[in-house]
């Protein structure tokens, strides 16, 4: 995770185009309109928060043609989250394997109390006859 992530994010226009672009793919074109339709915002001012998302990792682009169709890079978005999350519960990273843990010596208790139970015969040792006087 490197800082141009969280620094890309932290515009509000960045974000802007983020939500715009959603899970879908856009164009620039497309982008400037949804943009537009809220605040003025020139085409070249979003091309520039484009390359910023695009270099700090958070969206792709492929060239069709003259135009360049743009998406978000989903795995770059899961660490910024993962992280951020661990900033507010750091015991959520653990979580699961923290259960699993717990489970594992549960089932190693159980197994050893199997094996200690002073009256209960197991296959090496015969039951014992005791009278009571």
């Known amino acids: 995770m490197t800082q141009a992530v969280f620094d890309a994010l ?29 605040r003025p915002i020139s085409q070249p001012a979003v091309s520039q928060h484009l390359k910023i998302l695009h270099d700090a990792g ?17 795995a770059v978005l899961d660490t910024a989250h993962a992280w951020l999350t661990h900033l507010v519960d750091p015991l ?32 090496d040792t015969p039951p014992s006859h005791h009278r009571s006087a």
């Open 58 to 74: 958070l969206v792709t682009f492929r060239a069709e043609g003259t135009k360049r169709i743009y998406a978000i890079d989903p």
């Open 10 to 38: 932290g515009d509000p226009t960045r974000r802007a185009i983020l939500e715009a672009l959603g899970p879908t793919e856009n164009t620039a074109g497309l982008i400037v309109s949804a943009l537009q339709a809220r």
């Open 92 to 123: 959520a990273t653990f979580a699961q394997p923290l259960d699993a843990l717990g489970t594992e010596m549960a089932r190693g208790k159980r197994s050893r109390t199997r094996r200690t139970q002073p009256n209960e015969p197991t296959a």
